[in-house]
């Protein structure tokens, strides 16, 4: 979840989509508070992005203080931002769908049926080698202590 999350961070900064003044170190430790959600998917308190520093990360069968949560549907995203409106930013504001084609390049329903394009493509390499260690890559995005 955590090298997906960077590769959305990666195409947000370099797209322009984040605004003046935006702390990448603020962002993730909220964001940290949203990612326990997925099939199955269990995190701790002690490691909440699942990146696998926790040293409970190998559980597959969880003791507290792990929990597991249903997936992240389109009603809990209304729920906690409320409802989509498409003609958002045409009213100088912005929507989810708005926002998530602005960082990926490509529209919504693209992103389902099209190879992902070159952007997102060496976002999604960046992202893997920051997995396999190279801290250098999230240097724009908060900084390898943030991460």
Not at 111 to 130: D, Y
């Amino acid at each position: 979840i955590a090298q997906d999350f960077l590769a959305f961070c990666l195409l947000a900064q370099r797209n322009g989509v984040v605004p003046a003044g935006w702390s990448w170190p603020e962002c993730l430790k909220v964001a940290g508070s949203f990612v326990c959600f997925g099939k199955n998917f269990y995190c701790t308190r002690d490691d909440p992005l699942n990146t696998g520093h926790s040293p409970h990360a190998a559980i597959t069968h969880p003791p507290p203080p792990y929990t597991t949560h249903k997936a992240f549907e389109k009603s809990d995203a209304q729920e906690r931002w409320g409802s989509e409106n498409v003609f958002q930013a045409m009213m100088g504001g912005r929507s989810l769908r708005f926002t998530a084609e602005s960082v990926y390049g490509q529209a919504a329903q693209a992103l389902a049926m099209e190879e992902p394009n070159e952007e997102t493509t060496q976002a999604n390499e960046n992202a893997a080698a920051w997995a396999r260690g190279d801290t250098s890559v999230v240097a724009g995005v908060g900084g390898a202590a943030a991460w």
